[in-house]
């Protein structure tokens, strides 16, 4: 059942477009939550055999057309610059997490970005107009999303900043970001998302340094303050 719904402890297919570092990360959790997911990557399902396989029962691979067609939440983990390549589709309706960072070293100089007239996710949303997009898990370190997950109740549980223009995909991804371990933040609108980007002080630095590989619980005072301190 979708969560996007508002069913409590309920599993949910949450499908990966993208099965890099923070897509697995993700996955892992997703899975010892008790949820199912399908993977997705550029090369084919074929290439994922290992991962599906090191994943367990509740884990499968497809394109990433299927993958979001599976998903009741959908996960867009790639480089920017694949933005265009993405399947429009299949996350029409859906609540659809955008984990993307944008490097130009990596994605190639974007007018639109490097001048800041629109956020990532902003630009996202022109190749999946249909869409309710929810930016998360993009301001922490993949080993570190790993390693802090806890209990709900726990006193060192960490949060997770989120934005987003939908309220019921927020509230979808909120109950799925709290059934793997966190509590969030809500950060605002998309338009706002880029106080959570890269090199923000909410991006990392609350979590410790990446040399540390178990990191530092963040709590909610830590991420709205690192928020609230973000200059654009």
């Known amino acids: 059942m979708a ?6 402890n309920m599993t949910t297919t949450v499908g ?3 099965s890099g570092n923070i897509g697995t990360a993700i996955a892992r959790l997703a899975i010892e939550a008790g949820h199912r997911v399908v993977l997705s990557n550029s090369r084919g399902p074929r290439t994922l055999a290992d991962t599906v396989a090191e994943l367990g029962p509740r884990a499968s691979a497809a394109t990433s057309g299927e ?3 599976a998903g009741d939440i959908v996960v867009i983990t790639v480089p920017v610059r694949a933005f265009p390549d993405l399947p429009a589709a299949p996350p029409a309706g859906k ?3 955008d984990t993307c960072n944008y490097g130009p070293e990596r994605d190639g100089h974007i007018v639109e970005l490097d001048n800041k007239s629109l956020t990532s996710s902003e630009l996202l949303l022109r190749y999946v107009p249909d869409a309710m997009l929810v930016k998360a898990f993009n301001n922490i370190f993949f080993k570190h999303l790993l390693s802090l997950a806890r209990p709900a109740g726990a006193a060192d549980r960490s949060c997770l900043p989120i934005a987003g223009d939908s309220g019921p995909a927020k509230a979808a991804v909120t109950e799925f970001i709290e059934s793997i371990g966190y509590n969030v933040v809500d950060a605002g609108s998309l338009a706002e998302s880029w106080r959570q980007a890269t090199g923000t002080p909410v991006w990392g630095t609350p979590y410790g340094p990446f040399s540390n590989e178990k990191g530092l619980p963040a709590g909610e005072d830590a991420i709205r303050t690192a928020l609230a ?3 654009r």
């Open 3 to 8: 969560l996007v719904k508002g069913a409590e």
């Open 16 to 18: 990966f477009i993208g």
């Open 67 to 69: 993958a979001a067609a």
């Open 95 to 97: 609540a659809v997490i």
């Open 229 to 231: 301190t973000a200059l």
